[in-house]
């Protein structure tokens, strides 16, 4: 259904025709869920969860930026959790098309939903399998000859390294993968910390692997 303030449809998918009812709290009681797309080439998307009963009651409003965010039961209890892709990096370093992003995953808990780093965390890669790729970034990085305008390659391998929470290994691809005689390293970096706190999702992620 259409309105002015944009497009509304029942369940997590603008496009198809998904189910709208499920059981989000692990409590028996039935969650409905709209999707919202406030039109244009992209953004904003966002997800609406209500609790049914004797009245309507608002549990979650899930906003996805550029994307759509999703249900989808990871860990098979027939609990969904919710998957979002942080935009973060949105015209960062980049045009939008080409613009890093990460992978988050919500989970309700207490009354609400938060990031669950346990969906995202992952041991560090062998750095042995990165050696390539560090090598072809190196060439990608003179063919551009410009330091300011990384390789999205790069720039996705690091993000996804920081959101597995690997940042330290990420800090040390990009000491490895940046040319000495290539400037703009430093300033890469402090733009991508300030990105990083600018992030809706990053901080409670980082708080949670303190805990680790």
């Avoid at 609406?48 to 004797?54: A, R, S, T």
């Avoid at 990460?102 to 399998?129: I, N, Q």
Wanted: aromatic share 14%; with cysteine.
């Amino acid at each position: 259904m259409k309105k002015s303030a944009g497009i509304f449809c029942f369940g997590d998918d603008i496009i198809e025709e998904h189910e709208s009812l499920f059981d989000l709290a692990g409590k028996g009681n039935a969650n409905l869920v709209l999707s919202k797309w406030t039109g244009g080439a992209h953004c904003c998307y966002s997800l609406f969860i209500f609790e049914l009963g004797q009245d309507l009651k608002s549990i979650a409003h899930i906003e996805g930026g550029n994307f759509l965010p999703y249900l989808e039961d990871l860990n098979k209890d027939s609990i969904p959790e919710i998957k979002v892709t942080d935009d973060f990096l949105a015209y960062q370093f980049s045009s939008f098309a080409y613009s890093a992003n990460a992978d988050v995953v919500l989970e309700y808990r207490e009354g609400a939903y938060g990031v669950a780093a346990d969906y995202m965390k992952k041991p560090a890669p062998d750095f042995r399998s990165l050696n390539k790729k560090i090598s072809s970034w190196q060439k990608a990085f003179r063919q551009t000859e410009a330091g300011d305008h990384p390789p999205r390659p790069f720039i996705q391998t690091i993000t996804d390294l920081v959101y597995s929470g690997n940042k330290d290994m990420a800090l040390d691809v990009i000491d490895r993968a940046w040319p000495t005689d290539i400037p703009g390293k430093a300033d890469f970096v402090r733009g991508y910390e300030d990105a990083l706190r600018e992030s809706r999702f990053y901080g409670e992620f980082e708080r949670q692997l303190a805990n680790y």
